[in-house]
C-alpha cells in the first residue's frame, strides 16, 4: 500500500478547510478544481516560470520522476555531496513529504527556495507583514514555505536552513524578445505537461532577472508561533498528517468559505454519480436532508460581508435573515442601493416568490439617453507572466480579442468586427486600440461593456502607450480615443471622463434589475438565462435560425444557429449550446487529440486556449479550430448583452 503522505499541496488544501483532505484524489466525489481551466492557464504559467528560476540557480539536478520512492532515493543519493544544488528535491519525515523547487546545499547551509508565479513588487520580507502577522494575501505562499522548512528542519535537524520565496518581479523590464517563446508546454510520455526547453537563454535574455527570491525566514518564524485553529504550528500539522494517513475526516467547520467549496457537485455531477463533499458536511453539522438545499441559504446572499455571523448565529436560510442585518437604506443613485437589493433577495424568498423585479421607470431613463446606433463591446485578454517582448514588464497585459455587435434604430442586429490575434510573442496592444477605433469612430452611439475589464484594461494600453519609449506614429491619436470612450481609474495620475464612456450594464443590473433565478450572481452567465425566460420577445426572436438580412441580424461566424432551448420549462443557457471546438474533425482525428482539448464556453477556458496557442507547437488544423471556437464564444458575449437589453426593452414596455 503506498504511504498516504501530508504533502505541501495537501496541507494548502487544509489550510482552506481540514475537512477537505478527506475528499481530494478520491474519484468518487466531485471536483470542480479538476476541470477549472482558468486555475490550469495559471499552473501554466508557473511552469514556464518555474522553469526560468532555474537559469538563475544554475547548474543543479533535475529529479524528473513522479514516483515517491525514486524521488527519495536520487535527492538522497545527491544529498550526500558537499555542494550541490537541486530543482525539485524530494523530502520526507514521517508523515510529511514536499518537493522543494530549489534547494541549494552548501556543506550544511541550505536555500529553500519556493518559486511561484504571483507578481511582487516590494523590496523586502516586510512587504509581507501586516497588523497582527502575515498579510491575508501573502498567507498562502508564506504558509507553503513554513510547511516546507519545518519537514526539512525536522528531517535534517544539523542543517541552517533560509527559505526564500521566489516571485516574478513586477518592475524588472525584460531585456529581450522572444523569451518566453523558449519554454514551451508539452506532454510527455505520460501524458502530463511540463515545460520543454527549446533555446537556452542566452546571457542577454537573464541579465535583468524577471524573478526575485525575497528571504523571509521572518515570516516563517511568525507562523511557527502563531496558532492555527488554537493548535501550536508543529501539532497541527501533525494532526493534519494523522487524519489524512488514516483516511479520516476531520469535523467540518461551516463558514462563507463553503460557497466556494471544490468538493460541492453539481446537480448534473450527482446523475453521473458523483458525491458532494459540500452536501455531507452540511448535512453532518445540520442534520439536513436533500429537501434542505433546495432553500437559499445566506451564502447566496449578494454582496453581503456578514455571512460568517449569520452561521455561527444558526441562521443558515435566507428566510431566517432579519431587516435588522440587512439595514435597507437608500443612497443618491436611481435604483436599488446595495442594502435594498440584499433585502429584495431575502424578501423574495421569505415570500417564496420567483418573479423577476425590475425598475420599469429608471431603466427606461436610462434607454432613453442612450444614442443610436449602440455597440456592444466585449475583450478577451491575458497577463503573462514571462512578457512577450524587450522592454516589457511581468503581467503586463495582452488585449488578444474582440468582439463587437450593433444594435441600429430600427431594432436591427449587426455583428459588425471582431479582432483576433494569437500569433505566437506577438504585442497584440496596439494593433487592438487601432482595430477597435476604427470601428467605434464611425459614428457617436452609445458603447456598452459588461463590469469594470474593458475600462480597466483600456486604462492599461493607454499607460502603455504613454510609457512606451519607441516611436508609435499614431500615439497621440491612440490616447485620445481611449480618453474618449473610458474613464480613468481611481489610481491613474491623470483623470478623465470620456464623453462617450462605455455604459456598464453591470451597473444596470445591480440597479434595475433582479431575478431570483440569478441567486445573487449579477454574471453575465446567470443574468442572461434570467433575463430570456422572462422575455417571450426574445425567446420567439432566437428560437429558430435567426441569422440573415432578412430576418434583421447578421453574424461574422454563426449561420444556422438557434440560442433558445428548453429543457423542463426553463430556456438553457445559451452558452451551453456553442458547437464543440472539434465538431468539424474526423473521429480518427479526434481520437488523435484525445485529452487535447476542452470547448470554449467562459473567459477561462479562453485564457487557456489562447496560452496554448502561445506556448505549444499546436498543429495548424487544431489552431485554426482553437481560433474559430475563440471567434464564435467571443461573439456570443457581445450577442448576449444585445439579448439582455433587448429582453429588458421588452419587460419595460
Known sequence: MRPRYLSKSRFALALECPTKLYYTGKKDYADQKLEDPFMEALAEGGFQVGELAKYYYPGGHDIETIHTQDALDQTNELLKRENVTIYEAAVTYRDFFVRVDILKKTGNRVELIEVKSKSFDGTCEQDFLGRGGISYGWQSYLYDVAFQKHVLSQAFPDWEISAYLMLTDKNAQCPTDGLNQKFKLVRNDRGRKTVRVVEEPTAEDLSVPMLRAVQVDQCCDIIFKQPIEET????????????????????????????????????????????????????????????????????????????????????????????????????????????????????????????????????????????????????????????????????????????????????????????????????????????????????????????????????????????????????????????????????????????????????LVKRYYYDPYMKGSNSIKQVLPAVLNNSQYVQNKYSQPIYGAANGITSLNFKDQVWIEKQDGWVKDPYKLLPGIFDDFSDQQKQQLANDAEDIREGGAAMTAYARLQFEDVPQDVRQAIEKALLKYCELDTLAMVMIYEGWKDLIR
Open 232 to 507: 501550536p504550528f508543529a501539532q497541527h500539522v501533525q494532526q493534519l498528517a494523522d487524519a489524512y494517513r488514516e483516511d479520516r475526516k476531520l469535523q467540518p467547520r461551516l463558514s462563507s468559505r463553503c460557497g466556494a467549496c471544490q468538493f460541492r457537485a453539481t446537480p448534473e455531477d450527482m446523475q453521473e454519480g458523483l458525491k458532494s463533499g459540500f452536501h455531507e458536511c452540511w448535512k453532518q453539522v445540520l442534520g439536513w436532508t436533500d429537501a434542505d438545499f433546495q432553500d437559499q441559504t445566506v451564502l447566496e446572499l449578494w454582496n453581503y460581508r456578514k455571512k460568517n455571523d449569520l452561521i455561527e448565529d444558526g441562521r443558515i436560510k435566507l428566510v431566517e435573515v432579519l431587516e435588522s442585518d440587512v439595514n435597507p437604506t437608500e443612497d443618491n443613485n436611481p435604483g436599488l442601493s446595495v442594502t435594498q437589493r440584499q433585502w429584495l433577495q431575502v424578501e423574495k424568498a421569505k415570500a417564496q416568490d420567483n418573479s423577476h423585479w425590475i425598475d420599469r421607470e429608471n431603466l427606461a431613463r436610462e434607454m432613453a439617453s442612450w444614442t443610436f446606433p449602440l455597440h456592444f463591446v466585449d475583450f478577451e485578454t491575458s497577463m503573462v507572466a514571462i512578457p512577450f517582448t524587450k522592454g516589457r514588464r511581468p503581467y503586463e497585459g495582452i488585449a488578444f480579442q474582440f468582439s463587437h455587435h450593433v444594435v441600429h434604430g430600427d431594432g436591427t442586429v449587426e455583428h459588425r468586427s471582431e479582432y483576433l490575434n494569437t500569433e505566437p510573442g506577438s504585442f497584440p496592444n496596439y494593433d487592438f486600440i487601432r482595430a477597435l477605433k476604427k470601428q467605434l469612430e464611425k459614428d457617436n452611439g452609445s458603447i456598452f461593456r459588461y463590469a469594470a475589464h474593458e475600462n480597466t484594461f483600456l486604462n492599461h494600453i493607454y499607460n502603455q502607450l504613454q510609457d512606451d519609449p519607441n516611436p508609435i506614429t499614431d500615439r497621440d491619436e491612440l490616447c485620445k480615443f481611449i480618453r474618449t470612450i473610458s474613464t480613468s481609474t481611481a489610481n491613474s495620475a491623470d483623470q478623465w471622463q470620456g464623453e462617450r464612456t462605455m455604459i456598464d450594464m453591470l451597473e
